[in-house]
């Protein structure tokens, strides 16, 4: 949750007639003289007289002091000695100094809301007014960059008497938050140790244990939140539930979370319902609609995480217009038109799905063209560029997505380095590998994906080792794991292939043992059951194969019959249908093998009419008429084996003229010309031996830019073979 806390209003001086500031200058002038400084003020040329001048001249732009001068200026006022001249510049001394630490601050921080913003600038404000010699020391260190610095002896200050020093404890825990998560976290625990949290402070102490991975602290301290909170604090009630619900989700506890959710939003719609007028509100109600929607589409339930989000989208663009340059409601409408496309995503609709992220996109460009420093609108702009590379990646535009998914990793490298204790971070960058990977396994280049996905592992494997309950991090190890297996089974490494794969298994069985309710973890099971089962094939164990096959279509059926209208799930089944028909072939089960083959057929071409600019489903199309045509090839139906061949062969050719620089493509194009070898060399030898002689030709092409990888040396090898057998 994002609160707002009003900001309080920062003194103002009046002016006075000429005469009276002439007697005032002349009178500090000399005061400073006797006290000592007033060489240092004529030296640097920018003393009181300067100020006293400037509140005169150039309405409080000079307000500069010294050490010294700002020491006797606090005297005087703890004496109440103060002129209306020397309040004045006091007052504007120490606003000037607010503004320059927090933006300084602001620059620093790794993404603050309005309400993370108001706080930071009430603790500033207090430590600039109430602050003693060492604290006015931190807040210059802060204003010059180096806010750690200023920070550590901050809290040297708090150690010093701790005990009478919890108003500058809790001062140090805001100045640090979103900057130094170290320093912030250690000050909110002594505070809670002490006893001394209110809720706000365990708020952000939940916050600061959930961005640690400390998920079991995070849910101690919100369960206590909640039973210390009045139920008159809606808003506080309805912050700790959503937080909660978070925790909850980390831990794939869906039911839970779920549950949490509904309670923020009954209580968001209560205050939104008592005054439509209040846009915090409004936008709390947008934040727990969002939260729910998020847990529906982790349940499956694409529909009502549609219309969760939809409404919270409703909302967010009447705040969005009724104020553009209010940036928290622009990144807000953002993650909106983020979560919407992620369902058309979902449910096939790359079109509707580009236009919600480029309109997102867009957003996050401006935000982070207007402050490169904001690190929160970084990782923003980072992840329009991951979802606008996925749609290119789908759509088959491999170029395209690698110039995504390259910029967007540049940014999370950045923002990784900066600070490597931010699991979030670092959690980014992995994803961003993984992305990177898979193209680069796409592009033929096994090596250079070999190497980031073992990048990409072993930031999943630090972050699943700090703590083993957050169920994100173990979804993304096993996921991280059978990427790896994939290219260790490509390169011929069936052993490492096998434990890679075994290792993603255990994990998501885990988890879906955890929450069976979860239908991403179902899902990534069944994809750990395919995998398993094309090592067990491809090792010549059809039996262990043909049992990792059914599990996994068992999940696939049942997903699909929950959500007919997820492609996802539709498609993942034509992949279980295949597989199976692949194991009812080798064991001489025609008839077996092609109803499980026609049944995947129907599936893949309700898919691919759908949108025929989805690559994806067009490749799986193709690859659904070879598997056809093979069967009706065996059976001798060689007409009927023809009109899939060459079916398998028209989509190939347009994928691959799509794309040359797409390996995958160019190797379905070859395969596709060899079946039309396999069909016609005992019928028509010189058709066989032209088609032949197509196939060699982008064969060839492919293993000299990649003469190393053992997939394409072995097709060759075939390939050759087979022209030598046709023309002797």
Sequence with gaps: ????????????????????????????????????????????????????????????ECTKISKAELEWLEKLEQQGKLSEAQLGLLDTYRHKRTTEVLAKLEKLS?????????????????????????????????????????????????????????????????????????TSLNAYQKLYNLGEATHWDRIYLIRLFQSYGFTDKAMLVANEALALIPDSELRLKTAVQNELGDIQTLKGDLASAESS???????????????????????????????????????????????????????????????????????????????????????GDLSGAEQSYLAALKIRQTLAKSDPSNSQWQRDLSVSLNNLGDIEKQKGDLSGAEQSYLAALKIRQTLAKSDPSNSQWQRDLSLSLDNLGGIQKKKGDLSGSEQSYLAAMSIAEKLAERDPSNSQWQRDLSLSLNNLGGIQKQKGDLSGAVQSYLAALRISEKLTERDPSNSQWQRDLSISLDNLGDIEKQKGDLSGAEQSYLAAMSIAEKLAERDPSSSEWQRDLS??????????????????????????LKIRQTLAKSDPSNSQWQRDLSLSFERLGNIKLKRGDLVSAEQSFHARL?????????????????????????????????????????????????????LQKYPHAPQFVTDSETLYSLKRELVQ
């Excluded at 020391?137 to 040297?156: N, P, S, T, V």
């Excluded at 197509?694 to 492919?702: F, G």
Aim: a negative charge.
């Design 110 to 182: 790794k993404g603050w809301s309005a309400e993370d913003k108001s706080r930071t600038e009430q603790a500033v404000r207090e430590t600039v007014e109430q602050g003693n010699t060492q604290e006015q020391q931190a807040l210059e260190l802060i204003a010059q960059g180096d806010a750690q610095a200023g920070f550590d002896l901050l809290a040297k200050e708090v150690e010093q008497g701790l005990a009478t020093n919890i108003d500058k404890l809790r001062r140090l825990a805001k100045l640090s938050y979103g900057v130094s998560v170290d």
């Design 650 to 702: 028209e989509i190939a050719q347009r994928l691959a003229e799509r794309d040359p620089s797409n390996s995958e493509w160019q190797r379905d194009l070859y395969a596709a010309y060899y079946h039309i070898v396999l069909l016609n060399q005992g019928e028509d030898k010189e058709k066989a031996i032209n088609e032949l002689n197509k196939a060699i030709e982008v064969s060839d092409k492919l």
């Design 575 to 600: 992949i279980s249908l295949n597989n199976l028909g692949d194991i009812e072939k080798q064991k001489g089960d025609l008839s077996g093998a092609e109803q499980s083959y026609l049944a995947a």
């Design 261 to 347: 959710y509904k309670v923020a939003l009954k209580l968001a719609q209560s205050m939104a319902e008592r005054d439509t007028g209040n846009s915090e509100w409004q936008r709390d109600l947008s934040l727990s609609l969002n939260n729910l929607g998020g847990i529906q589409k982790q349940k499956g339930d694409l529909n009502g995480a549609e219309q969760s989000y939809l409404a919270a989208l409703k909302i967010r663009q009447t705040l969005a217009e009724r104020d553009p340059s209010n940036s928290l409601w622009q990144r807000d409408l953002s993650l909106s038109l983020n979560n919407l496309g992620d369902i058309e995503k979902q449910k």
């Design 1 to 60: 949750m994002s609160e707002q806390i009003p900001a309080q209003a920062s003194s103002s001086s009046n002016q006075s007639p000429m005469g009276f500031w002439a007697k005032i200058i002349a009178l500090v002038a000399g005061i400073a003289a006797v006290i000592g400084y007033y060489d240092d003020i004529k030296n640097k040329g920018k003393g009181i007289v300067c100020d006293l001048q400037a509140v005169v001249s150039v309405g409080l």
